[in-house]
């Protein structure tokens, strides 16, 4: 009997594009590849409606949700929708007490709406914001990266990473955390698969090792 294809499904991160997974590479036999696009939400609009709605983005059954960072977040909320054969998260965090402490002070003195999301078209300030300040050195890198740059989308995703309200983990979930993320810190991560020396991107520089593990992660 021909193995059943296993339908793997990657969210980018907050204001990515899917080319990030452009060397993700998986053995067709096995897996088919599939990329999600972020959508410009609804005014007002929750995440949980957002995270439904991005459902009718997936075609299979019993398919895999990868998303990287604020993606990880949303394919979590997406799986409280849909049945799922595995749920992995990359650069990302399982909870609100997961989050760095200056995002949660941020919660609560709702700095985030000062942030200068209207200014979004200046590249440097979109990768200071969506992957630490270290990525003005690579702006050609992140030009090609970065490039859902709606104000309204930036507004609504940074205050939907900041005032996420998961408490608990989901069950079962995968998660793959860079030991140097300056986004989301190591230090106040727990229950993750570690790679050393890795940063919030090593979803690109670090992909050699993702095609290497991720089908065992996936199969075991």
């Known amino acids: 009997m021909s193995q059943e294809i296993i339908h793997v499904y990657f969210m980018p991160g907050m204001a990515a594009n899917p080319t990030i997974f452009e060397n993700i590479q998986l053995p067709e036999d096995i897996f088919k590849i599939h990329w999600l696009e972020w959508e410009i939400p609804y005014k007002n609009e929750s995440l949980s409606a957002y995270a439904k709605r991005m459902t009718e983005f997936i075609k299979h059954e019993n398919v895999v949700l990868l998303g990287v960072s604020f993606g990880g977040i949303l394919v979590q909320e997406m ?86 309200n998961q408490e608990k ?11 140097k993320d300056a986004v989301f810190p190591h230090k106040y991560i727990k229950d993750c698969i570690t790679i050393k020396n890795a940063t919030h991107v090593m979803i690109i520089n670090r992909f050699k090792w993702f095609n290497k593990n991720l089908p065992k992660l996936i199969l075991e």
């Open 79 to 164: 799986s409280k929708h849909i049945s799922l054969r595995k749920l992995i998260i990359v650069s990302s965090v399982k909870s609100k007490h997961e989050l760095p402490k200056r995002m949660k002070i941020a919660k609560y003195t709702k700095a985030y709406k000062a942030l200068p999301t209207s200014l979004v078209t200046k590249v440097d300030i979109l990768a200071k914001y969506a992957f630490g300040k270290s990525a003005v050195k690579r702006l050609d890198l992140y030009k090609k990266y970065l490039s859902v740059t709606d104000p309204y989308y930036l507004d609504w995703a940074i205050k939907h990473v900041v005032c996420w």
């Open 169 to 179: 983990p989901i069950p079962g979930v995968i998660h793959i955390q860079g030991e």
